[in-house]
């Protein structure tokens, strides 16, 4: 059984930072990429990034936080990272992370199958 774990959301200020984490457990061969995803109230959810397990290049959305996100992982670890910079109030959301088959549809998170359960980013200005 495939389970996400996030942690390293919390309370910063405008311009503060912060690194989630995701630790995947029961990963199977054929999840091909980890993407991270938000949602803040009343919004729909939003792909932030994504990076394959067997690759190194990142996918990005084409939100404001291109450019101010960084996401990592650690194979040896089962683990992924979003390294979060310059952080704004407009990012507020909670963040999930996610694995599974999803091929070229990695920006898609209709695609993903396995979800964790979220971990609350607060920005306050």
């Known amino acids: 059984q495939v389970q996400l774990v996030e942690s390293g959301g919390g309370l910063v200020q405008a311009g503060g930072s912060l690194r989630l984490s995701c630790v995947v457990s029961?990963?199977?061969?054929?999840?091909?990429?980890l993407g991270w995803f938000r949602q803040a109230p009343g919004k729909e959810r939003e792909f932030v990034a994504a990076?394959?397990?067997?690759?190194?290049?990142?996918?990005y959305g084409d939100s404001a936080a291109k450019g101010r996100f960084t996401i990592a992982r650690d194979n040896g670890k089962n683990t992924a990272y979003l390294h979060m910079y310059r952080l704004r109030p407009e990012d507020t959301a909670v963040y999930y992370c996610a694995t599974g088959l999803v091929g070229e549809r990695i920006t898609d998170s209709r695609a993903y199958r396995y979800w964790g359960q979220g971990t609350q980013v607060t920005v306050s200005s």
């Open positions: 029961g990963r199977t061969f054929s999840d091909d990429a």
């Open positions: 990076i394959r397990w067997a690759s190194d290049s990142p996918y």
